[in-house]
């Protein structure tokens, strides 16, 4: 069982940056990849960035490749989305979310919600224009 909790939202200005932070429970973080999804009223949820258990493996949602950057911090339980470079169409409600399986970064269940298995409450996002 995995407990995640999500902070660092709130509103920024077009062109700004946050840091979202994921914090998890227990003794086993390390063998779970972490992924950012985000939810905009009125569409589905849909997905931000992964990072397998090696911290090497990464994939990006292609919206976001280049403005934001997912890291963990596996002594801390803590995942973390940089979000550089804001626009009004990021506005959503950001969610962190575990997976204990492990995957190439190619792997197309790896950018589908239903793959994981824990789900934090989210954090609200918005970007003014």
């Known amino acids: 069982q995995v407990q995640l909790v999500e902070s660092g939202g709130g509103l920024v200005q077009a062109g700004g940056s946050l840091r979202l932070s994921c914090a998890a429970s227990?003794?086993?973080?390390?063998?779970?990849?972490m992924a950012w999804f985000r939810q905009a009223p009125g569409k589905e949820r849909e997905f931000v960035a992964r990072m397998g258990q090696s911290a090497g493996i990464t994939s990006y949602a292609d919206s976001v490749r280049g403005r934001f950057t997912i890291s963990r911090d596996n002594a801390k339980n803590t995942v973390y989305l940089q979000m550089n470079s804001l626009k009004p169409e990021d506005t959503a409600v950001y969610y962190c979310?575990?997976?204990?399986?492990?995957?190439?970064?190619?792997?197309?269940?790896?950018?589908?919600?239903?793959?994981?298995?824990?789900w934090g409450q989210g954090t609200q996002v918005t970007v003014s224009s």
């Open positions: 979310a575990a997976d204990p399986r492990l995957r190439v970064a190619a792997d197309p269940r790896g950018r589908v919600a239903v793959t994981y298995d824990y």
């Open positions: 227990g003794r086993t973080f390390s063998s779970y990849a």
